[in-house]
């Protein structure tokens, strides 16, 4: 291996390992917030079960809705301290990977819903753009064939004209040569 190749493989261990660096504190990160909000989902479980309890003990609540209350707020407490958990930081991160993959793929899809709709108005703009130069070429082709028409029949109408012109001169001259007609 060569001293210029060392050289490569060094700056690019030093930006992944920076770069790898920069995932594990955002990962370090994102498990304290997830811990953050795991506590916050734990007290309003913990408070919800209270609740229960207490509007039964003062007859807001019959014992029914009470034990649904109470029960609902133990799940959202046990849900509250499995995040808390190591396993439960890492399954809420693939719950945010997967959810951070589906946005990225449907940003994907908008972006080329929107890309589609410019190259479609660029295209409709370029075939207005076409359509008119065609039709000013059409325009002036046709005005070009109707006035080498208009000469023709110009032209025609002379040429009849001498024609006949020619003719009476001819008849004159038979006329006054011979003095007479035929």
């Known amino acids: 291996m060569s001293f210029h190749e060392i050289a490569i493989t060094i700056r690019a261990v030093n930006r992944a390992s920076h770069e790898f660096a920069r995932v594990g504190a955002d990962a370090e990160s994102m498990a304290t917030r997830i811990r953050s909000a795991a506590s916050a989902i734990s007290g309003f479980g913990a408070m919800t079960s209270v609740i229960g309890h207490v509007g039964h003990q003062f007859g807001i609540l019959s014992e ?4 649904v209350i109470t029960q609902t707020g133990y799940l959202i407490t046990v849900f509250g301290m499995f995040l ?64 080498a028409q208009i000469e023709y029949n110009e032209s025609l109408r002379y040429r009849e004209r001498a024609g006949a012109r020619r003719a009476e001169e001819e008849q004159y001259e038979r006329i006054t040569r011979r003095g007479g007609y035929l």
């Open 64 to 67: 029914e809705q009470a034990k």
């Open 84 to 147: 808390r958990t190591t396993w439960g930081v890492a399954a809420a991160q693939k719950v945010y990977t997967a959810a951070t993959m589906i946005s990225t793929k449907v940003t994907w899809v908008f972006n080329a819903a929107v890309a589609m709709k410019i190259a479609l108005l660029t295209l409709g703009v370029g075939l207005i753009v076409a359509t008119a130069a065609y039709m000013a070429w059409l325009a002036s082709t046709t005005r070009d064939a109707a006035e």
